[in-house]
Nanobody, 116 residues
Framework: QVQSVESGGGLVQSGGSLRLSCQFT????????MAWYRQAPGKQREMVAS??????HYQESVTGRFTISRDSANHILYLQMNNLKPEDAGDYYC???????????WGQGTQVTVSS
Protein backbone atom coordinates (compact mmCIF):
# COMPACT_ATOMS: atom_id res chain seq x y z
CA GLN A 1 0.00 0.00 0.00
CA VAL A 2 1.31 3.42 -0.95
CA GLN A 3 1.64 5.96 1.82
CA SER A 4 2.61 9.62 1.74
CA VAL A 5 3.97 12.23 4.08
CA GLU A 6 3.54 15.86 3.13
CA SER A 7 5.70 18.69 4.47
CA GLY A 8 6.77 22.24 3.78
CA GLY A 9 3.66 24.16 4.67
CA GLY A 10 3.63 27.19 6.91
CA LEU A 11 2.63 30.80 7.31
CA VAL A 12 3.69 33.18 4.59
CA GLN A 13 2.78 36.70 3.58
CA SER A 14 0.89 37.37 0.40
CA GLY A 15 3.36 37.35 -2.47
CA GLY A 16 5.66 34.92 -0.71
CA SER A 17 6.77 31.44 -1.67
CA LEU A 18 6.69 27.94 -0.25
CA ARG A 19 7.91 24.60 -1.48
CA LEU A 20 5.88 21.58 -0.51
CA SER A 21 7.29 18.08 -0.50
CA CYS A 22 5.61 14.72 -0.51
CA GLN A 23 7.50 11.54 0.27
CA PHE A 24 5.81 8.43 -1.09
CA THR A 25 6.59 4.97 0.23
CA UNK A 26 5.37 1.60 -0.91
CA UNK A 27 4.90 -0.01 -4.27
CA UNK A 28 5.10 2.69 -6.93
CA UNK A 29 6.31 0.74 -9.93
CA UNK A 30 2.88 1.03 -11.58
CA UNK A 31 2.38 4.73 -10.82
CA UNK A 32 1.03 6.61 -13.82
CA UNK A 33 0.42 9.98 -12.26
CA MET A 34 0.89 12.16 -9.21
CA ALA A 35 -0.93 15.22 -8.02
CA TRP A 36 -1.32 17.89 -5.39
CA TYR A 37 -4.67 18.70 -3.91
CA ARG A 38 -5.83 21.58 -1.76
CA GLN A 39 -8.66 21.65 0.74
CA ALA A 40 -9.66 25.10 1.90
CA PRO A 41 -11.72 25.48 5.08
CA GLY A 42 -15.31 24.50 4.42
CA LYS A 43 -14.60 23.42 0.86
CA GLN A 44 -14.05 20.18 -0.97
CA ARG A 45 -10.63 18.90 -1.78
CA GLU A 46 -9.57 19.93 -5.27
CA MET A 47 -6.69 19.07 -7.53
CA VAL A 48 -4.40 22.02 -8.14
CA ALA A 49 -1.55 20.40 -10.08
CA SER A 50 -0.73 17.02 -11.55
CA UNK A 51 1.81 15.09 -13.55
CA UNK A 52 0.18 12.58 -15.88
CA UNK A 53 2.10 10.68 -18.48
CA UNK A 54 4.98 13.07 -18.03
CA UNK A 55 2.84 16.14 -18.70
CA UNK A 56 2.00 18.72 -16.09
CA HIS A 57 -1.46 20.17 -15.59
CA TYR A 58 -2.55 23.06 -13.43
CA GLN A 59 -5.75 24.51 -12.11
CA GLU A 60 -6.28 27.83 -13.82
CA SER A 61 -6.02 29.77 -10.57
CA VAL A 62 -2.43 28.61 -9.97
CA THR A 63 -1.11 28.56 -13.52
CA GLY A 64 2.06 30.58 -13.80
CA ARG A 65 2.59 30.62 -10.04
CA PHE A 66 2.84 26.94 -9.03
CA THR A 67 5.20 24.33 -10.43
CA ILE A 68 4.84 20.62 -9.84
CA SER A 69 7.88 18.39 -10.16
CA ARG A 70 9.12 15.05 -8.94
CA ASP A 71 12.24 13.17 -7.98
CA SER A 72 11.34 9.79 -9.42
CA ALA A 73 14.37 8.01 -8.03
CA ASN A 74 13.45 8.94 -4.47
CA HIS A 75 9.66 8.97 -4.89
CA ILE A 76 9.33 12.62 -3.88
CA LEU A 77 6.77 15.01 -5.31
CA TYR A 78 7.23 18.77 -5.03
CA LEU A 79 5.04 21.81 -5.40
CA GLN A 80 6.80 25.14 -5.73
CA MET A 81 4.35 27.89 -4.93
CA ASN A 82 5.24 31.46 -5.79
CA ASN A 83 3.35 34.73 -5.47
CA LEU A 84 1.02 33.16 -2.95
CA LYS A 85 -2.39 34.67 -2.42
CA PRO A 86 -4.77 34.37 0.55
CA GLU A 87 -7.03 32.15 -1.56
CA ASP A 88 -4.21 29.61 -1.87
CA ALA A 89 -4.52 28.81 1.83
CA GLY A 90 -5.61 25.38 2.93
CA ASP A 91 -4.39 21.90 3.64
CA TYR A 92 -2.35 20.42 0.83
CA TYR A 93 -2.26 16.72 0.08
CA CYS A 94 -0.49 14.60 -2.48
CA UNK A 95 -1.83 11.59 -4.26
CA UNK A 96 -0.69 8.97 -6.72
CA UNK A 97 -2.43 7.12 -9.53
CA UNK A 98 -1.61 3.44 -9.73
CA UNK A 99 -2.54 2.11 -13.14
CA UNK A 100 -5.72 4.04 -13.82
CA UNK A 101 -6.91 4.47 -10.25
CA UNK A 102 -6.14 7.29 -7.85
CA UNK A 103 -5.31 6.19 -4.33
CA UNK A 104 -8.27 6.58 -1.98
CA UNK A 105 -6.33 7.04 1.25
CA TRP A 106 -4.64 10.29 2.18
CA GLY A 107 -1.69 11.46 4.21
CA GLN A 108 -1.95 13.99 7.00
CA GLY A 109 -1.45 16.93 4.65
CA THR A 110 0.49 20.11 5.22
CA GLN A 111 -1.14 23.41 6.07
CA VAL A 112 -0.53 26.59 4.11
CA THR A 113 -1.59 29.91 5.56
CA VAL A 114 -1.25 33.12 3.57
CA SER A 115 -1.63 36.44 5.32
CA SER A 116 -2.80 39.44 3.37
Amino acid sequence: QVQSVESGGGLVQSGGSLRLSCQFTGRLVAATGMAWYRQAPGKQREMVASILGGRTHYQESVTGRFTISRDSANHILYLQMNNLKPEDAGDYYCNVRIGGVWRTSWGQGTQVTVSS
